[in-house]
């Protein structure tokens, strides 16, 4: 499994506006809508029930909210990029400014992990989030999430 089997292009926000966790899940679940076609609002949900049970702030300045539904038929994802950091009830009480967000089908057990297990593996990578913090096109991101030497990795600058 591949970042890029988990997250499409269109699936990259470079610069979101947010001001609170709340309207950060609600940004993410709308790109998730567009991409996925499964309710906004229950994926929105998906993600609150899930901060319930503790915050996805992993720190460091990221987060990784996630949720397995239903209605899901495969695992994706969206990245986003914050504008301004913002609090998000971190672990380590630090705000964050990088969310990768991940929907995974109800069923999808040990695949679910493994893809949670290689996001957090990739944004641990000091260098990749340094790349990443930096980076001002969707596509540069694209291509720092996904390894990809070529498409976009000029223009990360």
Do not use: C, W
Not at 13 to 35: D, M, V, W, Y
């Amino acid at each position: 499994m591949n970042i890029a089997d988990l997250l499409a292009p269109d699936a990259v926000l470079p610069a979101l506006k947010a001001q609170s966790k709340k309207q950060l899940l609600q940004e993410l679940s709308a790109r998730a809508h567009g991409i996925t076609r499964i309710s906004e609002r229950r994926i929105f949900e998906t993600l609150v029930e899930r901060e319930r049970l503790g915050t996805t702030g992993v720190g460091s300045g990221i987060a990784i909210p996630h949720g397995r539904m239903a209605e899901a038929k495969t695992i994706s994802g969206v990245f986003a990029r914050l504008e301004n950091p913002i609090d998000y009830e971190a672990v380590d009480s630090q705000p964050i400014d990088l969310v990768f967000m991940l929907l995974a089908p109800e069923n999808a057990g040990a695949d679910h992990l493994k893809a949670l297990a290689k996001v957090s593996r990739l944004l641990r990578d000091k260098q990749t989030v340094e790349k990443l913090r930096t980076a001002t096109s969707a596509e540069a991101l694209y291509s720092i999430l996904t390894g990809d030497k070529n498409g976009g990795a000029a223009t990360a600058a």
